[in-house]
């Protein structure tokens, strides 16, 4: 049985509203926790700060979109979720806020480095990891 905070009733334990006066009996807070596995995509771009120092800001700028747009591409084609840009790296959650049976693969295939290959040209790659981890 669960009773109800608001007025004292008791109601059923798979009772989500109070049958008497209709309060929530499970905090919203509470409803909303939930525990999940993830994988997380760390992408930071190795070589900016050489190229930074050599090119003109305009060379950098589109070589480093370049290559975030093509693993923004990739993060989305496996379903993953582009958390932030943090500088010249990226991280990218898989598994949240939808869960997939594979989520630590999908990680691994948006992260191959050839699909960056358009950076290499500017001698510039993307160094990516994925960590899988509980909350
Ligand atoms: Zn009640």
Redesign the pocket.
């Known amino acids: 049985m669960v009773t109800?905070?608001?007025?004292?009733?008791e109601?059923p334990e798979h009772a989500r509203f109070?049958?008497?006066?209709?309060?929530a009996l499970i905090a919203p807070e509470q409803r909303r926790k939930e525990r999940k596995y993830a994988t997380a995509l760390f992408a930071d771009l190795v070589g900016s700060t050489t190229l930074a120092e050599r090119e003109d800001p305009e060379v950098v700028q589109s070589v480093v979109g370049r290559a975030f747009d093509r693993l923004a591409e990739e993060i989305g084609r496996y379903e993953g979720l582009l958390e932030k840009f943090m500088g010249d790296a990226v991280l990218a959650v898989f598994g949240v806020p939808r869960a997939h049976e594979d989520d630590a693969e999908r990680c691994e295939s948006a992260s191959r480095p050839e699909r960056c290959s358009s950076t290499r040209s500017a001698l510039v790659a993307l160094a990516t990891g994925c960590s899988r981890a509980t909350p």
């Open positions: 109800c905070p608001s007025c004292g009733e109601n109070c049958l008497a006066c209709g309060a």
